[in-house]
C-alpha cells in the first residue's frame, strides 16, 4: 500500500485514498504526509548519514526563470512549455519575486490583460532557502510556510528552485528504507 501511494504521489497526485480490506475508506495519504514523516524521521535521528543531504543534491540544475516585465502570456507560456508551476522572477541574478501557476489563473479570473508586465501579478514578500541548506530544512519550511516552492538563493542570487515535488522522492525512499516508517 505504501509503495502505491509513493508511486502515485510521485506521479503528481497530490492525495491517495487508503482502504481497508472490505474497501472501506479509512484515511487519505497526502504528499504533505509523506513530508511530514520524513521530518519526524530527522528529528528522531533516523535518517541515517544519506538521508538528509544538501537541498541542491534535488533541484534542478538550470532553473527556468524570467524578468519582471515579461508580459503575463510569456509567463504563462514559459510555465506550459517547461511543464512547471512556479516562476522566479529576477533582474540580472537577483530574485526579485516569483509567480505561480495560481497568480496567473487569478490574473485571467480577474481579466488581468496579457500584456500587462508579470511584476504587476508575482509575490514578493518570499520565502527562500539558502544553497547550503539540508533537506530537511527545506521541508520544514514548506510545511511552517506552507508553501509548495522555496527558491534557493546565495545572497539574493537565485541558484534554483526546490518544489515539494522535488522532495517527495527524496523523502518517500529515504522513509521506505527505515524502519520506522514501516511500523507506523
Known amino acids: 500500500l505504501i509503495s502505491v501511494s509513493l508511486d502515485l504521489l510521485l506521479r503528481g497526485i497530490g492525495s491517495v485514498p487508503v482502504v481497508d480490506g472490505e ?12 513530508i511530514n514523516a520524513f521530518l519526524r524521521a530527522s528529528w528522531e535521528s533516523k535518517l541515517g548519514p544519506d538521508g538528509d543531504p544538501s537541498i541542491t543534491d534535488y533541484t534542478p540544475d538550470e532553473v527556468v526563470s524570467t524578468g ?3 508580459t503575463i502570456a510569456a509567463a504563462r507560456e514559459l510555465c506550459r512549455k517547461h511543464r512547471i508551476r512556479h516562476l522566479p522572477v529576477v533582474e540580472g541574478t537577483r530574485l526579485v519575486g516569483l509567480v505561480s501557476d495560481r497568480d496567473l489563473r487569478w490574473g485571467q479570473g480577474r481579466n488581468v490583460p496579457d500584456d500587462e508586465p508579470v511584476s504587476t501579478l508575482m ?3 518570499l520565502r527562500t532557502v ?10 520544514r519550511m514548506m510545511t511552517e510556510f506552507k508553501v509548495s516552492c522555496l527558491p534557493v538563493v546565495a545572497g539574493s542570487e537565485l541558484q ?14 529515504t522513509l521506505w528504507q527505515i524502519d520506522s516508517f514501516n511500523d507506523s
Open 68 to 70: 519582471p516585465e515579461t
Open 123 to 125: 509575490s514578493t514578500v
Open 23 to 34: 474497501r472501506k475508506l479509512v484515511g487519505i495519504v497526502t504528499d504533505t504526509d509523506l
Open 160 to 173: 534554483s528552485i526546490v518544489t515539494t515535488t522535488d522532495l517527495l522522492e527524496h523523502c518517500g525512499h
Open 130 to 139: 539558502q544553497s547550503e541548506a539540508l533537506c530537511s530544512h527545506a521541508a
